[in-house]
């Protein structure tokens, strides 16, 4: 320190005084302009020393301070000095010329500092003063899908809101909701960035006062492993944060999703009964597989799926032993499907004698909660209509997938529990990876009853599709291609140039030309109706069923363990069964209240109806009507679909 003379410790320190910001800067514009003033007036005063003009008392001296001060302030006061001498005009003119620089600097303080406050407003530091509020951690391209539907769930509430903390800039996130989500009827959204795992980021959200927390991924299904897995470790972080900054004595729901099972486990256990975890791949490849079982599958999940349409609700009264099957026709709106027991069980299409205890909520399929009520007198008498014997007999199968990605494996494990032995699998892929070709391998050795084959073409040329004959499989699945990092955009536009390509060649060869059904995931529900029109059976939207998942959950958790259900072979699912089943004659004149009865006779729950003339009618939603009026007419042909929750196809 011996070396450092008083300049450069002067320096330091004003360097330092500078640094603090605009305030410091005001301070040393207002010193500077105290220290011209007094130098310029002093100058005055000097000048008048020398060369008098006028009555020298004091109250002269401060006229000239007065006029240096006007000098200073605005230049045009230079004018008071014309009549006098050429002494006082340099006096002046140092006064205008010091005046017009520290005003400048000033105006350029002044807006640089609105600006920095205005940057900062947009950014939004200030605390989120919010209450019950559903929270969102973090930002993928489902974001839009959940809050469309929790726009959706809200519109029965008073001021609802919607808070999203993400490390995406907040005029990114504001930008993009305002050209993507225009339309949010009462609900408000409000963005902040920051980190999602930081305590103090967490409490300017108001994470303590929040109804439910739903914590995203920040990549996608197609991601890399090592990707996956570090997302997984930062959703780990989080829940962690969300547990720490909980109220003691509040409870909420913490629905997260999580790529890795062993992760998944973890999760959970940060607050057991409280964090809910989601993988979307299981999901999806589940629903791919049993829409491949019954052709319309993918439109009732997407109805009931999400808040726009049928829903699921739980309900409770003081059953006093009421039978579960008689309660579907003292509904007007809405089928009984299940039961949650007082314990938290939940038991799917229990037995129509099954006794409703007093702690008991039954879970129903409704338009809306506020139209459920249960009536004293039956809102419909069904026919006693013979139910035609018999089942559906299974046979071998032959299934191809084109396009490979991590819910392949799962769909193909899935696939063994509901086909015959001895049924076929053809997987087409492009250049597959070596790490593509042992999970094949894997499969083909674990996997007895399905005869699993690896076909190396290029799915997007008609000619590769040609030499598969795809008109004479049952079912033909479309994925997308993994570890790409592809916007969804291109993705699905690959998906339709398969489509179109499969649909010429089903035209060229209608003679040879079975049943066979197409089945295809797309990313982005812009592109529905697109994809409607290309000549597939059914279509998995990825985003919008994960989405919708997440968002049902975390307004009722127990909405998890009634899909683990349905997504299984274990159980119930819902199937789409021909009329043919059900009744020895077609065409058949029935109401929908027959339709419950005949199904209640095959130890099944009819949820609804597909006419078959309608199935390639967007606008008729696919030909599929859930929970119609009881009353309601309906003249069946064969090829029509009872829509049931059963436990088996057959």
Not at 466 to 491: K, V
Not at 535 to 556: M, T
């Amino acid at each position: 320190m011996s070396n450092v003379g008083i300049r450069q410790v002067l320096r330091y320190r004003f360097d330092n005084f500078i640094a603090k910001g605009g305030g410091s800067i005001f301070i040393s514009l207002v010193a500077v302009f105290v220290v011209i003033l007094l130098v310029v007036a002093g100058l005055r005063g000097i000048i008048f020393a020398f060369y008098p003009e006028g009555a020298g008392d004091f109250g002269h001296v401060l006229r000239h301070v007065y006029i240096t001060f006007l000098q200073l302030t605005d230049p045009g006061n230079m004018a008071q000095d014309i009549p006098t001498s050429a002494h006082y005009k340099v006096a002046a003119v140092l006064a205008g010329l010091a005046g017009v620089i520290l005003l400048s600097m000033l105006i350029a303080i002044v807006t640089t500092a609105l600006d920095q406050r205005i940057a900062q407003l947009k950014k939004g530091y200030s605390k989120v003063i919010e209450q019950n509020h559903t929270l969102i951690l973090g930002w993928n391209e489902r974001v839009i899908e959940i809050l469309r539907e929790l726009i959706m769930a809200n519109e029965s509430e008073k001021d609802p809101s919607v808070v999203i903390l993400s490390e995406v800039e907040k005029e990114a996130m504001d930008d993009y909701l305002k050209t993507q989500l225009p339309n949010r009827k009462n609900t408000r959204i409000v963005t902040r960035s920051g980190h999602t795992s930081s305590l103090i980021d967490l409490e300017q959200v108001s994470v303590e006062s929040c109804k439910s927390v739903i914590v995203l991924a920040n990549c996608n299904d197609n991601a890399s492993r090592q990707d996956k897995l570090s997302n997984d470790a930062k959703v780990i972080k989080t829940v962690l944060a969300v547990a720490a900054s909980k109220q003691e004595g509040r409870a909420y729901n913490i629905v997260a999703e999580v790529f890795d099972l062993n992760n998944r486990r973890i999760v959970e256990e940060i607050s057991p009964g409280e964090v809910i975890t989601v993988d979307a791949q299981d999901i999806l490849a589940k629903i791919l597989v049993q829409t491949s079982r019954s052709s319309g599958l993918a439109v009732v999940y997407s109805e009931i799926l999400s808040f726009d349409g049928c829903e699921m609700y739980f309900y409770h009264r003081d059953w006093q032993n009421v039978k579960f099957g008689y309660l579907q026709y003292h509904l007007r709106d809405g089928v009984p499907l299940g039961i949650r027991s007082a314990d938290g069980k939940i038991t799917m299409n229990p037995a129509p004698g099954t006794a409703l205890q007093s702690g008991d909520d039954i879970l129903i399929l409704a338009e809306d909660d506020s139209s459920i009520k249960i009536r004293r007198k039956p809102v419909a008498r069904p026919r006693i209509l013979a139910l035609k014997p018999g089942k559906l007999e299974p046979r071998k199968e032959r299934n191809l997938i084109l396009g490979w990605n991590a819910k392949a494996v799962i769909f193909s494990e899935q696939l063994t529990d509901y086909v015959r032995a001895e049924s076929e699998l053809d997987i087409v892929i492009h250049n597959p990876t070596d790490e593509t070709r042992e999970q094949i391998a894997e499969l083909q050795q674990n996997l007895g009853n399905l005869k699993i084959s690896l076909i190396e073409k290029n799915p997007l040329t008609n000619h590769a599709l040609l030499e598969l004959q795809p008109f004479t499989y049952d079912n033909i699945i479309i994925l997308s291609q993994s570890g790409s990092p592809r916007d969804p955009e291109r993705i699905d536009s690959e998906t339709v140039m398969i489509l179109l390509q499969l649909r010429a060649i089903f035209s060229a060869h209608a003679d040879e030309a079975g049943t066979t059904k197409i089945i295809t995931e797309v990313l982005d529900s812009n592109n529905q109706e697109l994809i409607a029109k290309a000549g597939v059976n059914d279509f998995i939207i990825s985003n919008r069923f994960v989405s919708n998942i997440l968002a049902q959950i975390s307004e009722e958790a127990d909405i998890k363990a009634i899909y683990d259900d349905l997504f299984q072979e274990e159980g119930s699912e819902i199937y789409l069964k021909p009329a043919s089943l059900y009744f020895e004659q077609c065409p058949v004149d029935v109401t929908f209240a027959d339709m419950m009865a005949i199904a209640q006779k095959r130890n099944e729950i009819c949820m609804g109806v597909r006419i078959h003339e309608h199935a390639e009618d967007i606008d008729q939603n696919f030909g599929v009507k859930l929970i119609p009026e009881k009353n309601t007419q309906y003249t069946l042909q064969s090829d029509d679909m009872l829509v049931v929750l059963a436990e088996d196809e057959l």
